[in-house]
């Protein structure tokens, strides 16, 4: 693994073709303040325009994803404040902007923005000591990047309003059966595990891999009709690209693909 940069708050790194995001502020076990977020924007955008990357991982650390917005921080705000300077919307939301896959890899906890963070994640693996919960009730407000309408849509309305109203935790093996993670393995696997499946990804054809997450982003918004439509065009401008010939053709002739991502 070779270092790329290193800004304060968070490591970034790469494996082969995937970049890593690691949040480095174990202190406040990984709270997110604006430089944090400053900085993870910046890398992902980094990562998103980097040819020799096809995946991005976020992480944190075995205690913690992250605990959720930086409570210090935003106990001096006031609405004015939040309001003028767009707060979340201003450098939280970088990441709905990144055209690459981004897999969250989450151990420990990942509690309001950081539950919300890892939500706005392609996927989640987590960790078998990872916990999940929005407890931003709990000190008077609500959850803020996301949370009331992404939790609803991942584990539907009845575990959402639980977890939003009561502020509880929700472990990993109830996480996966809600549907909130797509696996769990073992603290000592995260990291294995998850560059795994990064690095699978890698090896398809990126353009098909963009086109795929686009598509499957669909289905959050709008109608089935039209999910199924935009779904449809991208499948046919698939058949425009070499790698559509390379891997029908290494299928056909019992080889590996290799795309050139053209
Ligand atoms: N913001 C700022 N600092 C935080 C923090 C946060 N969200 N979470 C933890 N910390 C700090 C603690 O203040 C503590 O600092 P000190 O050592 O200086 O006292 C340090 O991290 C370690 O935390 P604890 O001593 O509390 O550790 P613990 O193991 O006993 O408890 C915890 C861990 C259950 C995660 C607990 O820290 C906790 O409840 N944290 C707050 C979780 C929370 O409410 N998150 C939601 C924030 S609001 C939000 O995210 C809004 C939004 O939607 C955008």
Redesign the pocket.
Same mark, same amino acid.
């Given at each position: 693994m070779s270092e790329t940069s290193t800004p304060e708050l968070i490591q970034v790194s790469t494996q082969g073709r995937v970049g890593i995001v690691t949040l480095n502020r174990p202190?406040?076990?990984n709270?997110?303040n604006d430089q944090l977020m400053d900085e993870l924007g910046a890398a992902l955008k980094a990562f998103d325009a980097d040819d020799n990357i096809g995946c991005i991982v976020i992480t944190g650390s075995e205690k913690?994803f992250a605990? &959720? %917005?930086?409570?210090?921080a935003?106990a001096k705000y006031n609405f004015h404040e939040v309001y003028k300077g767009d707060y979340?919307t201003r450098n939280w939301e970088t990441i709905r902007s990144i055209r690459k896959p981004v897999i969250a890899a989450v151990a420990g906890?990942a509690?309001?923005?950081?539950c919300?963070l890892a939500m706005m994640c392609d996927f989640i693996i987590a960790a078998d000591n990872a916990k999940f919960g929005?407890?931003?009730i709990?000190?008077g407000?609500i959850? &803020? %990047?996301g949370?009331t309408q992404r939790l609803p849509r991942a584990v539907g309305k009845a575990k959402a309003m639980d977890m939003v109203l009561t502020g509880r935790m929700m472990d990993a093996t109830e996480a996966e059966r809600a549907g909130l993670v797509s696996r769990v393995v073992p603290l000592n696997q995260l990291m294995d595990e998850t560059q795994g499946a990064a690095l699978m990804i890698c090896e398809y054809s990126l353009l098909s891999v963009m086109a795929a997450k686009e598509s499957v982003n669909r289905a959050f918004e709008g109608s089935l009709s039209d999910g199924v439509m935009f779904e449809r065009r991208l499948f046919h401008a698939l058949f425009a690209t070499a790698d559509q010939k390379e891997g029908m053709d290494a299928f056909l002739n019992k080889r590996k693909a290799s795309f050139s991502h053209s």
């Open positions: 202190k406040q076990l709270a997110l913690a605990a &959720g %917005a930086d409570i210090s935003m979340i906890f509690l309001g923005g950081g919300e929005q407890p931003e709990k000190i407000i959850p &803020g %990047a949370g």
